[in-house]
């Protein structure tokens, strides 16, 4: 007995979160000898909402394998801490902050973490400091020094280990058959005992044979230790003070530098990238990219022409300080999946291999443009057996491929986001099928890669017709 049964099916009632469709039959269907069944996908439509980057796809993660380089250090060498750059311009005008104190009678110039402070019992709320830092000492650049009321604090907020203070010393009057002798005393604050200690005491002497005479001192911390605040004094046992007033023309200082070994390379460490699952063209590719690569400093653009994608390892040149002593990014890998939507979306074909280096100030770029088209057609299938099975030959997409079973029809599917995509069978086509009793119907939904699509929502009319094998002559 000949019939025709039509299934009009909305997806979303049954199987919304399914990558199938199940009918199940109020009835059997069920054919004699002399009767066999065909089936039809009559119409089909789809809104497409299907992320072109998702997790489903799995084609958005990757990783990126970062190497770092962990350096250690010895103090050792020295270098200059500071001179006149940053306080005095070319003028030998003050160009550093300046901060004159009356109460605490100081005057104080401040570059960075450095302060030179001039106690000085302030006649005048003037600013006293004149270029005394500079390389070459000039008499007309000076600054008085008395005990107990005029001397110099470095204060390094660093903790900075000064080893050498170079000074130059003088008096412009004062000659007599005698000599004088100064004691210049270079000492530390020891924060323990809240009180200044010698580092280092030198005896200077003027011959006071004629009015003017300079000279050069060198006072040493041979040990330095970190230390936040230096005092430069002098002090003399003469009872009535010095027959001269002494003053500074030059004030430099030296620091301990650290020396820093080559580094020794870490072990390397894969981080996970994700891209959130969404619809994506290349430019919101890029921004996504950059927005995740920030912390390794990696760039991606897209060449505007060929459209391939290129990975710039921007990272600077690291050198280490005592602060930093661990270069992150010494090595960056771009791990890819070797999953063939990963790699097609990225271009990546030929230079393909586990790791792929993004050089130092260099960059990568793919092979071939970018391909973020991963749904050209849908293909509708089924569970029924076919008495002549349809021939497939498709690529492998990712690791949940699968065999498709005998395909209903494929639908165009390259239309962009949130537009519907629909079918109606103008051909007739329809399949002779083998099963003699149905008591139900699985349609399933792959695309072009063997992927199985998870379609919430679909209209489908299918048909199933019997008919007498005479019918066919």
Known sequence: MCGIWNYYLDKRKTNKLDEHIDIILDYPIEVDYDEYLKVKLCDFKFLNNIHNISSTLQNNQFNIRRYSKTYTYVYGGSELYFDDTGFFNDQNVVIATENIDAIANTDTITNGELSLVYNHELINEISYWVNILNDTPDTSRKMSMLKDYRWFEIISDDNNRITTLDCVFYKDSYTASSTTDVTIKFQRYNESTTAYEDIDSQIITFQNSVPEEQISKTL??????????????????????????????????????????????????????????????????????????????????????????????????????????????????????????????????????????????????????????????????????????????????????????????????????????????????????????????????????????????????????????????
């Not at 999953?339 to 130092?360: A, V």
């Not at 509708?380 to 076919?386: E, M, R, V």
């Not at 919430?456 to 017709?465: F, G, R, S, V």
Request: aromatic share 12%; glycine share 4%.
């Open 220 to 473: 040493t911390f041979t040990n330095p230790v970190p230390t936040n605040k230096y005092r430069l004094i002098y002090d003399t046992s003469i009872e009535l003070g010095l027959p001269f007033d002494l003053y500074i023309i030059k004030l430099q200082a030296n620091k301990q530098i650290p020396i820093y070994d080559s580094g020794t390379i870490d072990t390397p460490v894969e981080h996970n990238i994700t891209i959130p699952n969404g619809f994506y063209k290349s430019s919101s590719l890029r921004t996504t990219l950059n927005d995740l690569l920030t912390t390794y400093k990696i760039t991606t653009t897209i060449d505007s022409i060929t459209n391939k994608i290129k990975f710039t390892n921007d990272n600077p040149t690291f050198v280490p300080t005592i602060q930093d002593l661990i270069d992150d990014n010494y090595q960056l890998d771009l791990v890819i999946p070797n999953i063939q939507n990963m790699k097609e979306n990225l271009g990546i074909t030929d230079s393909y291999q586990q790791y792929i280096p993004i050089p130092f100030s260099s960059y990568y770029e793919g092979d071939n443009h970018i391909n973020l088209i991963n749904l050209s057609k849908i293909i509708i299938t089924t569970n029924l057996n076919f008495q002549y099975k349809t021939h497939n030959e498709f690529i492998t997409g990712n690791s949940i491929h699968r065999g498709f079973g005998n395909i209903l029809t494929w639908v165009d599917c390259d239309i962009p986001p949130m537009s519907c995509v629909s079918y109606r069978n103008y051909e007739d086509l329809s399949y002779k099928i083998e099963n003699k009793h149905i008591t139900s119907i699985r349609l399933m939904f792959f695309n072009e890669k063997g992927q199985p699509m998870l379609l919430d929502n679909a209209l489908i009319h299918l048909q199933i017709k019997k008919l007498q094998k005479k019918s066919l002559y």
